[in-house]
């Protein structure tokens, strides 16, 4: 079946630095979603790339979509404590409408 | 926006017991998911709504799993016979009508088994 893989698994990283997740899908994915869980709480949407090769920024969050559609990568620029939390990729599930298969998420923790 | 509600917020029982929770959803989204997320996971999708009809469900969602919408509305996933395995944080999403929206998702109902 799909399987949505993300690394690394776990990142420390001292304010101001930078920090990027990646995330690679055993398919092809019409598009790819990405979502933020705070310690405590709920997944938000982030982001959402379709077209092969997309970048879209938000302020200091840059989202990439692969040109084969099959990976994705956040980067973030120099971190702040209010970026704590889990990052999850997302793609539909078995690639048909809106049920989603996550990846295992990159937690991040930021050292003030 | 009264976003996505679940309840109860926490739940413990003991093994064998069944459970049932609620979500609501956003009120004008169409279609409704159920999640499962254990510690250091990422959310699994169990199952999914469009207004009442359960379109989908996972091959997680085993036979003692059960969910509904009676009316489009609110749903409740209703889990017989509980297990160990079981305990998890039960995460509610809903999303507009069209294809391939963002889901909103709620704070969820974590299911403790003793």
């Known amino acids: 079946g799909q399987q949505v893989m993300q690394i690394p698994q776990y990142q420390h990283v001292q304010e101001g630095e930078d920090f990027t997740t990646y995330c690679n899908s055993s398919t092809t994915l019409s598009n790819i979603q990405w979502y933020k869980q705070r310690p405590g709480g709920h997944p938000v949407f982030l982001i959402q790339?379709?077209?092969?090769?997309e970048v879209k920024k938000q302020k200091r969050l840059t989202f990439q979509f692969g040109e084969a559609k099959k990976n994705s990568s956040l980067h973030i620029t120099a971190t702040q404590t209010t970026d704590v939390g889990t990052y999850f990729c997302a793609g539909p599930h078995n690639n048909a409408g809106n049920m989603l298969t996550f990846g295992g998420g990159t937690r991040l923790m930021v050292k003030p | 926006d009264t976003g996505v509600s679940q309840d109860p917020r926490h739940k413990i029982t003991k093994r064998g017991q069944n459970v049932t929770f609620r979500c609501d959803p956003i009120s004008e989204h169409n279609r409704l998911y159920w999640y499962r997320q254990t510690l250091g996971q990422g959310p699994e999708f169990l199952t999914y709504?469009?207004?009442?009809?359960?379109?989908?469900k996972s091959r997680l969602l085993s036979d003692r799993f059960s969910a509904e919408r009676p009316k489009g509305s609110f749903s409740t996933l209703e889990i017989q016979r509980t297990e160990q395995g079981d305990s998890a944080m039960y995460l509610c999403?809903?999303?507009?009508?069209?294809?391939?929206?963002?889901?909103?998702f709620g704070d969820g109902t974590r299911l403790s088994i003793l």
């Open positions: 999403a809903s999303s507009p009508g069209q294809s391939n929206q963002p889901q909103h």
């Open positions: 790339l379709v077209k092969s090769g």
């Open positions: 709504f469009q207004n009442e009809a359960q379109l989908e």
